[in-house]
């Protein structure tokens, strides 16, 4: 794992929430945490149970990823650390965030729970932040049914590794913990699935070139995202397939939704809800704020997209796409 990903040093948990909490309690201490708000709860649910820190939420981008611009107007003298989101496995604009980070001395954390397979020549994902972690859940591209890793530099890792474990090294204890640690039988799962994943991510990016080929000719009402989801640099891992209900379209994006459903497909509304459609954070998101996550919750929808998809599950889906929007 450690090769395939390229990384420093790897610590491989029971899922990607437990490794969100032990690298943020690992790696900072209190303050203003900025994160995106178009994301999944474990993105932030530690920051929220925990009054040591207050999350600041800033908008994304037209790439689902925080948008540095917002990032920078949300740090303040309490700001402390950054986490972004690999939302879909479309890089966070790394290089800004790194910037921002080094000039306001802050910890940069990376929520990497789609990214596994995502390819950057040069600079690998696993070492974009100071900490990075994955998630292997039944539904990601690479799975252990359940699982995860975090990724960063071997002193960290070292901790983590601690951390997972109660805080215990052999008898030693040096820290408090939990129980992160994954089991052998789910370890034993992700050997052989490793064999056979760039095998499925080809497989997935050939229905990604299908979809993108046939969707904007057959329907111009659904947003889709080329550049994303086959970057001039690097690779993508074909994880999602999101694309954006256009407000003109005759059913909106829940009406699209429910039409697929009928005809037994399985499409995604995600991520949602988010904080700025969910009364639990009325304190945190204020009206008008944060208004691309808002439009984007409201208008995106992730298509079925699997390496066992054949050309008639394929057509299938744009067919039933093609019905709800255009007769
Ligand atoms: C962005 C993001 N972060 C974290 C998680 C949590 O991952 P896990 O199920 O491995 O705890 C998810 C789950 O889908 C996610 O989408």
Request: aromatic share 10%; net charge neutral; charged share 25%.
């Amino acid at each position: 794992l450690t090769d395939y990903l390229d990384a420093r040093a790897v610590a491989l948990v029971t899922n990607a929430t437990v490794a969100l909490e032990m690298a943020f309690l690992e790696s900072i201490d209190d303050g203003e945490v900025i994160v995106p708000a178009f994301s999944f709860p474990a993105t932030w649910n530690l920051f929220f149970e925990n009054p040591r820190f207050k999350v600041v939420f800033a908008d994304i981008g037209p790439d689902f990823c925080l948008d540095p611009d917002a990032v920078e107007a949300a740090i303040t003298d309490r700001t402390t650390a950054i986490v972004g989101v690999h939302t879909y496995g479309f890089l966070c604009d790394h290089t800004r965030l790194r910037a921002l980070c080094d000039r306001h001395g802050l910890r940069l954390i990376y929520d990497a729970a789609h990214a596994f397979g995502v390819r950057t020549p040069g600079q690998p994902c696993s070492r974009l932040g100071d900490l990075n972690v994955y998630s292997f859940h039944a539904t990601k591209v690479y799975n252990t049914l359940e699982g995860g890793a975090i990724t960063g530099d071997a002193s960290w890792i070292d901790r983590l590794k601690r951390r997972r474990n109660f805080g215990l090294s052999r008898e030693e204890q040096f820290c408090f913990g939990t129980n992160g640690k994954m089991d052998e039988l789910r370890a034993a799962i992700g050997l052989l699935n490793l064999r056979g994943l760039d095998a499925a991510i080809a497989a997935r990016a050939r229905v990604a070139r299908y979809y993108l080929h046939v969707l904007p000719r057959e329907t111009g009402l659904l947003q889709v995202f080329p550049d994303l989801i086959f970057p001039k640099v690097g690779a993508h891992n074909h994880a999602y397939f999101p694309v954006r209900v256009h407000p003109d379209a005759p059913v909106d994006r829940d009406g699209l939704l429910e039409a697929l459903r009928q005809e037994g497909i399985l499409a995604r509304r995600y991520f949602y809800p988010t904080p700025t459609s969910s009364t639990l954070y009325r304190d945190h998101v204020t009206d008008g704020a944060l208004p691309v996550t808002r439009r984007c919750s409201l208008d995106t929808i992730c298509l079925p997209i699997h390496h066992r998809m054949s050309k008639a599950d394929c057509e299938h889906v744009v067919g039933s796409l093609v019905r709800a929007l255009c007769s």
